[in-house]
């Protein structure tokens, strides 16, 4: 099992930054692909980011957030991050993170563990 927690979302201008955080317990961290999904209100849960277990040597950015968000990780800290920077109105959302996909790691679906949630919201 594994659990995550989600933290560091708020309320931004449009143009501001915000540094989410993904806490995780229960399993090995590095041994953990980790990624994150958002959900807007009324539209379906799509991908954001992801990175590899071990190193985080391989990072995959969704088009829309490429060049704006990066994703990190922090082995000695159980902790994935998602630097947000140049955020848009359209980047509000509830911010997941999940862990351990099994298939694809661009599919929600295919991802067996989820934390709660975090929300952003991005004001003009």
């Known amino acids: 099992q594994v659990q995550l927690v989600e933290s560091g979302g708020g309320l931004v201008q449009a143009g501001g930054s915000l540094r989410l955080a993904c806490a995780a317990s229960?399993?090995?961290?590095?041994?953990?692909?980790i990624g994150w999904f958002r959900q807007a209100p009324g539209k379906q849960r799509e991908f954001v980011a992801v990175?590899?277990?071990?190193?985080?040597?391989?990072?995959f950015y969704a088009d829309s957030v490429k060049g704006r968000f990066t994703i990190s990780r922090e082995n000695a800290k159980n902790t994935v991050y998602l630097q947000m920077n140049r955020l848009e109105l359209e980047d509000t959302a509830v911010y997941y993170c999940?862990?351990?996909?099994?298939?694809?790691?661009?599919?929600?679906?295919?991802?067996?563990?989820w934390g709660q949630g975090t929300q952003v919201t991005v004001s003009s």
């Open positions: 999940a862990a351990d996909p099994d298939g694809s790691w661009l599919s929600d679906s295919d991802y067996r563990y």
């Open positions: 229960g399993r090995t961290f590095s041994s953990l692909d």
């Open positions: 990175i590899s277990r071990l190193s985080g040597a391989t990072t």
